[in-house]
């Protein structure tokens, strides 16, 4: 750490400062100075207007206020899970993305009743329990199967729409048998 700002009146020369001279800062993950770019103006000057815990304290959601434009934005705030790493099937590995988990879960409910706040509680139940069980690999099967799982309790036909692809159907008899074996779990 680098001292980077003294206050009034303390001297210049390294010899003559005193712990109470000068601030040290560390080096921050996010963004340093706190402030987001309105997506009106692209002024980086705002203030939080309400904050609030969103997804059981998962993400924060803030209602910001641009100084410059006024215009109103909401910002949302969460924990990222840097590290973890999902090893896939061909032994490759890639980064674990909620968005790519939340993009998967929406496709096998496309055009499906279900409420985009159940997706919203699978994609959490499941990283709740990846980053419990996990801290730096994950394999992709547990993430796959945890999926099934969850989408077998919300909608059927989206479960076999991701069983479908995640074991790789080659034939009107793989569903078939699915059917079957979903069928046979009620």
Do not use: N
């Not at 910002?75 to 990222?80: A, G, I, L």
């Not at 674990?96 to 139940?125: N, T, Y």
């Not at 199967?145 to 919300?154: F, H, N």
Request: with cysteine.
């Amino acid at each position: 750490m680098q001292p980077v700002g003294f206050f009034k009146g303390a001297s210049a020369a390294p010899d003559l400062l005193t712990p109470q001279s000068f601030v040290w800062y560390k080096q921050r993950a996010t963004i340093s100075c706190g402030f987001m770019r309105c997506p009106k103006c692209g002024c980086q000057e705002d203030k939080v207007i309400d904050s609030r815990a969103s997804r059981e304290g998962a993400t924060i959601r803030r209602r910001r206020e641009c100084s410059a434009c006024t215009h109103r934005f909401t910002t949302y705030e969460e924990v990222e899970h840097e590290g973890l790493m999902v090893l896939k099937r061909d032994g490759r590995h890639e980064e674990f993305s909620r968005e790519k988990l939340l993009s998967g879960i929406r496709k096998a409910c496309q055009k499906r009743p279900v409420p985009p706040k159940a997706m919203d509680d699978l994609v959490d139940h499941i990283i709740a329990t990846v980053t419990a069980r996990y801290e730096t690999e994950v394999p992709g099967e547990f993430i796959g199967t945890m999926v099934m799982d969850g989408l077998r309790e919300i909608d059927s036909v989206a479960y076999v729409r991701f069983a479908s692809v995640y074991r790789r159907f080659q034939e009107a008899t793989d569903f078939v048998q699915e059917v079957q074996k979903l069928e046979a779990t009620k």
